[in-house]
């Protein structure tokens, strides 16, 4: 099994999940500007559509959508809590959380993308005017997720679970967002989300993790 990544992309969940099992994963770092990872080799040939993260599990399969990378570390991580039995409310659970973390990732790229004034006026009104939008369905995923979390000290499901590795993920790149947008996404207001943040950038694992990729 091998992971082909970008600093600070999806992958730190996968790490931080296989970790947990104490698992360190066979890896190769892109270089964005060339498309070469640091081995040498054309993520274009490796990857489909030359996008990371993107994890090798056998010869010829490549895992490149999020919730299916984490969902397949989880399964070979040997942590229970990661795995709920098939059929269960737990199961359904863990589904629905990723899914839910999926709507954010998915608002923040949208967000993240370049905004093309088609015709061409430069018009830097109806620019700032599409970023805020972008910005609102931010804070919709946001405020969902929000009112899923419990109350108190513990994770989203109970136990510590890859939702809360992909939560922690997605947020990280709050800042990255923040730098250009006409008003700076403000996570203070998500109290539990942020108690949750703060939860498993606490865990040891999450932060031997960042000390391997780097961040």
């Not at 010829?60 to 919730?67: D, E, K, S």
């Not at 109350?151 to 939560?167: F, H, I, V």
């Amino acid at each position: 099994m091998k992971l082909y990544y970008q600093l600070g992309d999806g992958s730190l969940a996968a790490r931080m999940i296989l970790h947990e099992g104490g698992i360190v994963l066979d890896s190769d770092k892109l270089d964005i500007f060339g498309k070469r990872t640091a081995s040498g080799a054309d993520i274009r040939t490796l990857s489909p559509f030359g996008v990371t993260p993107a994890l090798k599990i056998a010869d010829g399969v490549i895992l490149t959508q999020p919730i299916a990378i984490l969902l397949h570390c989880a399964h070979i991580s040997g942590v229970a809590a990661f795995t709920p039995a098939e059929g269960t409310v737990q199961h359904a659970r863990l589904l629905e959380a990723l899914g839910f973390v999926g709507n954010l990732h998915r608002a923040m790229e949208l967000l993240s993308g370049p905004l093309i004034d088609d015709d061409k006026s430069a018009n830097i009104v109806l620019m700032s005017e599409s970023r805020t939008a972008l910005s609102q369905g931010v804070h919709r995923a946001l405020h969902r997720i929000e009112t899923m979390l419990p109350e108190g000290d513990g994770y989203w499901l109970g136990d510590y679970t890859p939702a809360d590795a992909y939560l922690y993920t997605v947020l990280l790149w709050i800042p990255g967002l923040n730098w250009d947008l006409p008003q700076a996404i403000d996570l203070s207001p998500y109290v539990r989300t942020m108690s949750i943040m703060n939860r498993v950038a606490a865990r040891p694992s999450t932060r031997d993790v960042l000390e391997l990729e780097g961040a």
